[in-house]
Structure formats: C-alpha cells, structure tokens
C-alpha cells in the first residue's frame, strides 16, 4: 500500500491549522485525523472497505455473532445449485411485523441487532436441522470499519491516495471550529467535500449510478464527532 502516510498527515494538519507551537499540537492532531477518517467512512459504501464472510448455522438458533470489524451489513443469502438464494435484509419495524421466533426452516429474512450488547444478526425462520443438512454456510458481505490510524508509517485505507488530503483538510477544519475560527472551519470543509466529491462521482460512474454532491461535512457552530448532522 502507499499514499501519504499517518506522520505526512499529523503533521501537514498542524501545519495548516497553525498549531505546531501549541502543547500536545501532535496529539491534537492525530485525533483530527482519524476522526476525520471515520467521518469519510461514513459517507458511503466505499468499495475498498467491502468484505465478504459466513456463518455457520445451527439448528434452532436465531442469532449469529458477526466477524471482528464488521460495521453494516449489504446482503446476505446462501447458495443452492450455484444459485444464490437472498436472504431479506430488514429494519426493525419490519422483523416486528414479520419473524417468527419459535419456527425453523430456510431462513426468509435477518436483521442486525445489538440488543444482547454484542451485534449480531438475526434469522427467521430459524435454521432448521433440514436447512443446515444442505447448506453449511449463510453467507453475507458487509462493510468493515476503517482501522485507526496509530503508527506514523500506516496509510489510510480510505478515500483513494489521489484523495487523501481531504483527512487533512477535514481535520484541519475540525481544530479550527474547535478554535471559534467559523469561517476556517468552512473553507477547509468545502476544499475537503471538493476531493470527496470528485471520488464520488468516479465511483458512481463506474458503479453506473446517477452522480452525488455531498452535503456539508461539520454544521456550523458545531464540532465533529464519529457521526455528523444529516443534511437533507
């Protein structure tokens, strides 16, 4: 993997947010940078981050504890004759109104829940000893988190490396509203969405959908967290 590297990112957002002299500036600095990792991550299905993996059913069982760094699920199904067979992703309202908790058989729909405090996914029906004598595997592809950034030689996972100013630009962003700097918090985010953006619109082209603008990153007279405002 190459591209710039955590040291090459830390260090340009202290630089451009003006706070080399401030004490602890580094560490500011690394928080601003993988906050800002996550806050891209959030913006779409990016394709580098998509996995695939299995569970292994058991019969009468309902709930599956799902891989390590799993973070939203895309599909699930199992295959009979080389066919893949869906299994319906659904919200909660709709698995209120449509499981059935005490039947097993070919699993229909699954829901991913952290009721238990561990997430998890769902079946329903509930794999039956029929099922599982056929099929060993259910399988699903999903979304992972990005991995933090610790090291200084790591490299982001994401955006592309053609895009990986815009963790610089948002971080930069993110210590300037933290500063009261309202009009550098803007600048930066709208220099940050015009690289995403531009990713944007390069994958949905090669994924043949209807090109997107993003919405704007940080409110104003706010701060970033893990997960922002949404912009309708």
């Known amino acids: 993997m190459y591209g710039l590297q955590f040291s090459d990112l830390y260090e340009r957002i202290q630089d451009y947010a003006g706070i080399n002299n401030v004490t602890g500036s580094a560490t500011k600095a690394k928080k601003a ?37 799993f973070d939203h699920i895309i599909s699930c199904w199992y295959e009979s004759n080389g066919l893949r067979i869906p299994i319906d992703v659904v919200d909660d309202a709709r698995w209120k109104r449509e499981s059935d908790n005490d039947t097993d058989g ?6 991913i829940t952290k009721g238990s405090g561990t997430i998890k996914i769902e079946f329903s029906p509930r794999p039956s000893a029929s099922f599982i004598s056929l099929y060993t595997e259910i399988n699903y592809d999903y979304v992972k988190k990005p991995t933090e950034l610790s090291g ?3 490299v982001p996972e994401i955006p592309d490396t053609s895009q990986q100013l815009a963790i610089v630009y948002l971080g930069v962003s ?12 803007t600048a930066w985010e709208r220099k940050a969405m015009r690289i995403l953006n531009a990713a944007f619109k390069k994958d949905d082209k090669n ?17 970033r967290g893990v997960r ?5």
């Open 152 to 154: 200084d030689t790591d």
């Open 207 to 223: 994924q043949g959908k209807a090109a997107r603008m993003g919405h704007p990153a940080i409110p104003i007279n706010s701060t």
């Open 106 to 111: 070919d699993p229909e729909i699954c829901r």
């Open 228 to 232: 922002i405002t949404d912009y309708k």
């Open 174 to 185: 993110d210590l300037l509203g933290k500063q009261g700097d309202l009009s550098g918090l």
């Open 33 to 69: 940078a993988n906050d800002a990792l996550r806050l891209i991550a959030s913006f779409r299905d990016w394709k580098i981050l998509r996995r695939e993996s299995t569970i292994t059913p058991t019969a009468s069982t309902q709930a599956y504890t799902l891989i390590s760094g």
